[in-house]
C-alpha cells in the first residue's frame, strides 16, 4: 500500500498549484473510512500541520498559513485527496506530504514520499 503525492514543482510568488495524493493498494473501504491530511516540512523546520479532511468530506481544518488560500477535498471513488494551493508566497516553499490518519491508536500510519512545492520569482 502506497501514497504517491504529485503537481509538485516551480511557480512564481502569487501563483497557484494543485497537489493530488493518490492511493494504491488500499481497498476503497480502507481508504474512504480515514480522515486525510496534508503536511508540508520547509527545509531546516520540523514538518507541520497543513490541512486534514474527514472522511466523508463533512469537516476540514486548516492552519492559519493555509485558511483563504489553500483548499483540500477528496475523491474516494479515485481514492485520491488534492490539495489547492492559490496565491503562493515564497514562505509556502516545502516539501509537501500526504498522510492517511490512523482511526484507532495503534493503526499504522501512510505518508507519501513527498512532493517538492518551490515559491520563487
Known amino acids: 500500500v502506497q501514497l504517491v503525492e504529485s503537481g509538485g514543482g516551480l511557480v512564481q510568488p502569487g501563483g497557484s498549484l494543485r497537489l493530488s495524493c493518490a492511493a494504491s493498494?488500499?481497498?476503497?473501504?480502507?481508504?474512504?473510512?480515514?480522515?486525510m491530511s496534508w503536511y508540508r516540512q520547509a527545509p531546516g523546520k520540523e514538518r507541520e500541520l497543513v490541512t486534514t479532511?474527514?472522511?466523508?468530506?463533512?469537516?476540514?481544518n486548516y492552519a492559519d498559513s493555509a485558511k483563504g488560500r489553500f483548499t483540500i477535498s477528496r475523491d474516494n471513488a479515485k481514492k485520491t485527496v488534492y490539495l489547492q494551493m492559490n496565491s503562493l508566497k515564497p514562505e509556502d516553499t516545502a516539501v509537501y506530504y500526504c498522510?492517511?490518519?490512523?482511526?484507532?491508536?495503534?493503526?499504522?500510519?501512510?505518508w507519501g514520499q513527498g512532493t517538492q512545492v518551490t515559491v520563487s520569482s
Open positions: 498522510k492517511r490518519v490512523p482511526r484507532r491508536p495503534g493503526d499504522p500510519e501512510y
Open positions: 493498494g488500499f481497498t476503497f473501504s480502507s481508504f474512504s473510512s480515514n480522515d
Open positions: 479532511i474527514t472522511s466523508g468530506g463533512s469537516r476540514i
